[in-house]
C-alpha cells in the first residue's frame, strides 16, 4: 500500500545572517555584508521552502535490497536498516524554485553567498517535514537514507523514487536532470523511517572535511559493506 503524497507548502523560516557570515568567516561589516543582507531581504520575500513524502508499505525485502510500491531499490545498507520495520516515507524537500530561480540572475560570487542562505531555507523544509512526519505517526526515533549518500545506494536510484512519489516537479518544483541531479541543487530526497538503531550516513562516508557531518565515520561498519 502506498497513500497519496502530501505537500507541505507553507513553511516558516528565519534566515540569519549571523550564521552565513560566521561561516564566511567575516566578522561583520563592509560591502560583503551589505550584499547579503540585501539577499537575505529579498528571499525573506519571495522563498517558499517546500517538501512532499508518502507512506509506503515494504512489499519485499531480500539481502539486497528492499521492495517499494513496485519499484526495487537495491541497497544492503538500506535492506539491514529498514529489516524491522513494514514502511517506509520517501520524501523530497526543496529550498524552493523561487529562491533558486533569484539566486541564479546573481552574480556568480554573489551566488555564491546565497548559497549558504538556500540551505538554511532547505533545513527549514526539512525539519518541517520530519517532524510532521513524527508527529503524525508517533514515531519517537527515526533514520534516513538518500540515493547518492554512499556507495551502496547509487544516485541513479532517484528516479525509482521520484516516480514512486508521483510528481515532484509538479508539486515541489524538484526535477531531476539526465544525470539523476536535482533542481533546485539545494534539495534533497530519501527514506525516512522508524528505528531503533543511531544509524547516519555519515558511518559510511570518508569525507573528512565535511560541513554536514553529525557523527564520526565507522570503519567496521564499512567493511561490512565493502
Not at 99 to 115: C, D, I, K, N
Amino acid at each position: 500500500m502506498k497513500t497519496d503524497p502530501v505537500i507541505i507548502d507553507r513553511i516558516p523560516f528565519a534566515l540569519k545572517l549571523e550564521t552565513v557570515l560566521k561561516q564566511l568567516g567575516l566578522d561583520g561589516g563592509g560591502d560583503t555584508e551589505d550584499e547579503i543582507r540585501e539577499i537575505k531581504d529579498e528571499l525573506d520575500k519571495i522563498a517558499r521552502p517546500k517538501a512532499m513524502y508518502c507512506v509506503a508499505d515494504i512489499e519485499d525485502k531480500k539481502g539486497d535490497g528492499i521492495a517499494v510500491g513496485g519499484y526495487y531499490f537495491g541497497s544492503r545498507v538500506l535492506a539491514d536498516n529498514t529489516g524491522k520495520v513494514a514502511r517506509v516515507f520517501p520524501y523530497v524537500a526543496t529550498c524552493g524554485a523561487e529562491a533558486s530561480r533569484y539566486v541564479a540572475s546573481l552574480e556568480p560570487l554573489t551566488q555564491y553567498f546565497a548559497g549558504f542562505l538556500k540551505i538554511q531555507l532547505l533545513n527549514s523544509a526539512t525539519a518541517a517535514l520530519f517532524n510532521q512526519i513524527h508527529t503524525k505517526y508517533d514515531i519517537k526515533k527515526s533514520a534516513k537514507m538518500n540515493p547518492g549518500s554512499i556507495r551502496d545506494w547509487p544516485l541513479t536510484e532517484q528516479r525509482s523514487l521520484f516516480a514512486l512519489l508521483g510528481d515532484p516537479a509538479g508539486a515541489v518544483g524538484v526535477t531531476l536532470s539526465e544525470s539523476c541531479l536535482m533542481w533546485p541543487a539545494k534539495s534533497v530526497s530519501g527514506f525516512l523511517f522508524e528505528t531503533d538503531s543511531d544509524y547516519e550516513n555519515c558511518m559510511l562516508c570518508t569525507m573528512e572535511d565535511c560541513p554536514n557531518r553529525r557523527i564520526e565515520y565507522d570503519p567496521h561498519l564499512a567493511e561490512k559493506y565493502a
